[in-house]
């Protein structure tokens, strides 16, 4: 059974910066697209960032030049690198990835538990 483990969030003041990580933790024949999400209170979850397989990157508009999606394919591991961090950025962050877990030509998603960034002004 896969799980995405997630980690790195917390409170930060306003400018601050910090690091989410998300890791699948089983055997795993292939991770396509993986993203972070976001959810504030009484709001939509929203996209925050993607990341291809091929590393092909894509952001929302409110964090372009101040966060930066990566992945380590070794690790089967995607960051979140957050700087200038903003009141407006607080929300449970969630990891999402497309993921194989045999070689037959099926994907599945999948969503970690999502983590609280509290971001303070």
């Known amino acids: 059974q896969v799980q995405l483990v997630e980690s790195g969030g917390g409170l930060v003041e306003a400018g601050g910066s910090l690091r989410l990580s998300c890791t699948a933790s089983?055997?795993?024949?292939?991770?396509?697209?993986m993203a972070w999400y976001r959810q504030a209170p009484g709001k939509q979850r929203e996209l925050v960032a993607s990341?291809?397989?091929?590393?092909?990157?894509n952001y929302a508009d409110s964090v372009k030049g101040r966060f930066t999606i990566s992945r380590d394919n070794t690790q089967n591991t995607v960051y979140l690198q957050m700087n200038s961090l903003k009141s407006e950025d607080t929300a449970v962050y969630y990891c999402y990835a497309n993921i194989d877990t045999k070689d037959d030509g099926l994907s599945y998603q999948y969503w970690g538990q999502g983590t609280q960034v509290t971001v303070s002004s």
């Open positions: 089983a055997r795993i024949f292939r991770i396509n697209a």
């Open positions: 990341i291809t397989s091929g590393a092909s990157t």
